[in-house]
Each structure stands twice: as structure tokens, then as C-alpha cells.
T-cell receptor, first 113, second 115 residues
Framework: KQEVTQIPAALSVPEGENLVLNCSFT??????LQWFRQDPGKGLTSLLL?????REQTSGRLNASLDKSSGRSTLYIAASQPGDSATYLC????????????FGRGTQLTVWP | DTAVSQTPKYLVTQMGNDKSIKCEQN?????MYWYKQDSKKFLKIMFS???????INETVPNRFSPKSPDKAHLNLHINSLELGDSAVYFC??????????????FGQGTRLTVV
């Protein structure tokens, strides 16, 4: 059974800081890993998708890395802004034909001015 | 132009009632899902349909019945609602065949409150 853990559970920082959010998973035989953002009362927005054969993906100030063999991924947020405040969720896909995602419990990020 | 849309966004109802949540995706994906997010914000899959066929059916009370009239729609009907059904229900879709990009897209969620 796949278990996904995210550390820290919550993070509060002043704007401008560079941040690292961690995600670990127990079954390293993943197909891909996806990072999402969830704003209060809203849905999940896909941020980055990393295929199992990739080491990292970048989008703007976001960079996600994947170390499949050790069961870890990190989401790096550069020069954080108050608008980055949200819950960040990590999810792994084991079987591409099923499409089922296993989620972590998220990191709640607050960036204050 | 919303990719995955679900209605209603909020649903408040009394115990014992029957309610439905509707979901539609315009991404051309072949697979749709229902996830439940509990009070501790943990997301867990309930059902998935691939081209109108039930693929995943987690340990969910049979009061929950998904229905997929076509591959762009997946509805969730809940009978005899209980207090413990209060949660946020998310619809999602992805492409699971053809070796294509399997990125999943989610709707905005339906917050169900049973009183």
C-alpha cells in the first residue's frame, strides 16, 4: 500500500524566502508524481507533473525534483510571495492504467508581507 | 472555460435525504474520478470510471452510487445521507490509455454538509 508523507505540515515565513517542501512515498515504483496547490474553499490546481524517468520540472518560481529510488520529492519555491499562501499537496501515481492518485496530507504555507 | 466543473459548489441537507453531485470535463479524458476530502483535509479516492466503465470502487458504503452517462460526465448520488458524509467531494479526470500525459485535473469541489 502506498503511503505519502509531507513535511512540514505547516510553514509560516516572511515573503522573499526560498522554501523547500518535502514529500516522501513508501512504494518507489511510481509512474509519476504531481504537485498541487489548494486554496481555501477551492479546488486543486496542478502545479507540476514529474514522470518517473525525470529528475526535475520547473515552472516559473517553482521547481520540483524527484528521487524515485529513495522515495522522495521536493518542491522548491523561490522568492516566496503572500500570493503563494495555500496548501501544497503531493500525489503519486502507481498504475497509469488506473490513474489512481495517492495523496499526502499537505503542507499549509503562509507567506506574510 | 473550466476544464472540470462540478455542481453544486455547496450542498446543505438534512440527514436521511438523497442528493446528487454532477461533474463534467471538457478535456477529452477517458477516465473520471470521485475523491473525498475529510475534515483533516486528507484526499482519498472513492470511484473511477474509464469510458463509462467502473474501474475503481473503494470501500465506500453502497449508499454512494456513481453514474457515468458518457465519458465526459460522472455523477455521484448519495442515498440516506448521514452526518459522517459531511466532507468536500472532488471530481477529477485524466487520460489513462494511449501512453499519453496522465496529468490529473480537479474540479473546484462540492462542500457537503449534513445537518
Amino acid at each position: 500500500k502506498q503511503e505519502v508523507t509531507q513535511i512540514p505540515a505547516a510553514l509560516s515565513v516572511p515573503e522573499g524566502e526560498n522554501l523547500v517542501l518535502n514529500c516522501s512515498f513508501t512504494d518507489s515504483a511510481i509512474y509519476n508524481l504531481q504537485w498541487f496547490r489548494q486554496d481555501p474553499g477551492k479546488g486543486l490546481t496542478s502545479l507540476l507533473l514529474i514522470q518517473s524517468s525525470q529528475r526535475e520540472q520547473t515552472s516559473g518560481r517553482l521547481n520540483a525534483s524527484l528521487d524515485k529510488s529513495s522515495g522522495r520529492s521536493t518542491l522548491y519555491i523561490a522568492a516566496s510571495q503572500p500570493g503563494d499562501s495555500a496548501t501544497y499537496l503531493c500525489a503519486v501515481l502507481l498504475d497509469s492504467t488506473l490513474g489512481r492518485l495517492y495523496f499526502g496530507r499537505g503542507t499549509q504555507l503562509t507567506v506574510w508581507p | 472555460d473550466t476544464a472540470v466543473s462540478q455542481t453544486p459548489k455547496y450542498l446543505v441537507t438534512q440527514m436521511g435525504n438523497d442528493k446528487s453531485i454532477k461533474c463534467e470535463q471538457n478535456l477529452g479524458h477517458d477516465t473520471m474520478y470521485w475523491y473525498k476530502q475529510d475534515s483533516k483535509k486528507f484526499l482519498k479516492i472513492m470511484f473511477s470510471y474509464n469510458n463509462k466503465e467502473l474501474i475503481i470502487n473503494e470501500t465506500v458504503p453502497n449508499r454512494f452510487s456513481p453514474k457515468s452517462p458518457d465519458k465526459a460526465h460522472l455523477n455521484l448520488h448519495i442515498n440516506s445521507l448521514e452526518l459522517g458524509d459531511s466532507a468536500v467531494y472532488f471530481c477529477a479526470s485524466s487520460q489513462t490509455t494511449g501512453g499519453m500525459n496522465t496529468e490529473a485535473f480537479f474540479g473546484q469541489g462540492t462542500r457537503l454538509t449534513v445537518v
